[in-house]
């Protein structure tokens, strides 16, 4: 599979591999979205996600930070289905090549004491809202992968 690079990398920057899952579910036609409110006063909006632990999988992964940025209790899908990469520069000023995996994901309950990331903020958006406002192309593109498979 040829997978997609996102992001440009900055002059004199390495960007070592970090792979990272990522989910995408949605409620009554509405995607979950991650509001991070970022050290320097701005904000990004991400599907909800993020890195590998050492020796988890990706799909744990995935789950483990759903929970702890949204407070929701998710299933995923036993392989991604889309993958994409992305040159990404974090709010602390980290750059990695983030090795996305991207699941499809199925709510299975709330639970708030999950939530630990309080920079994090969970949003709700229509598909379109959604792939409006996301700020990573690589999550616009599994976004929109999504919803195709979702319409076949």
């Given amino acids: 599979m ?4 996102f992001g440009q990398r900055e002059p004199g920057r390495s960007y070592p591999d970090r792979p990272a899952a990522f989910a995408v579910m949605a409620r009554e036609g509405r995607i979950a979205l991650a509001h991070v409110s970022l050290k ?3 904000i990004r909006i991400d599907l909800p996600g993020g890195g590998l632990e050492d020796g988890e999988s990706a799909s744990h992964a995935a789950v483990r930070e759903y929970g702890e ?5 998710i299933e995923v899908e ?3 289905f889309t993958l994409a990469d992305h040159y990404f520069i974090n709010d602390s000023n980290e750059s990695h090549n983030t090795r996305g995996r991207f699941f499809a994901g199925t709510l299975l309950r709330e639970d708030v004491a999950r939530k630990i990331e309080h920079d994090h903020t969970l949003i709700w958006r229509t598909p ?6 996301l700020d990573r192309d690589s ?3 599994a976004l ?4 195709r498979r979702e319409r076949a």
């Fill in 128 to 133: 379109h809202e959604a792939l409006l406002e």
């Fill in 2 to 5: 040829n997978v997609p690079q």
């Fill in 40 to 42: 320097t006063g701005g």
């Fill in 139 to 141: 999550h616009v593109w």
């Fill in 78 to 80: 036993g392989e991604p």
């Fill in 69 to 73: 940025e949204t407070g929701l209790v």
């Fill in 144 to 147: 929109a992968c999504w919803l």
